[in-house]
């Protein structure tokens, strides 16, 4: 077996049944069943594993997103006099918004917009 590379189990439609009847099942026992309380637990155990999986990709999607607006920002000594005569002259600028706040190099000021 690959380390490297994820391992993607997946069930045939006859094990997927089976789980769903398990599952359907413990629904029907009673509260002081000790397979209920072993079922609970590895229910448990399964969502919660799946919930930090879906937090971790949320979060990667979000780090992506605000590396890539990162990347993207350029700044050059001559640009800047163009966008402050726009600023002068009441033109809004394109912005993005960034996801988590990054501290502004001068004044260490958190800020989301960004203007590209």
């Avoid at 089976?18 to 099942?25: D, G, K, P, Q, T």
């Avoid at 629904?27 to 309380?37: A, I, T």
């Avoid at 920002?73 to 809004?92: D, K, M, Y």
Wanted: contains cysteine; glycine residues 2%.
């Amino acid at each position: 077996m690959d380390i490297t590379q994820p391992h993607h189990p997946s069930f045939n439609e006859q094990e997927l049944a089976i789980c769903l009847r398990v599952l359907e099942a413990a629904g029907r026992m009673s509260s002081d069943n000790p397979q209920l309380l072993t079922i609970e637990r590895a229910v448990s155990a399964l969502k919660k594993q799946l919930k930090q999986k879906r937090r971790d990709q949320r979060k990667q999607a979000r780090r992506q997103h605000d590396l890539a607006l990162l990347a993207r920002a350029q700044i050059h000594s001559e640009a800047l006099p163009e966008r402050l005569r726009q600023l002068a002259a009441g033109v809004s600028l394109d912005h993005d918004q960034l996801y988590t706040p990054q501290l502004c190099y001068v004044c260490k000021q958190p800020y989301r917009k960004f203007w590209v």
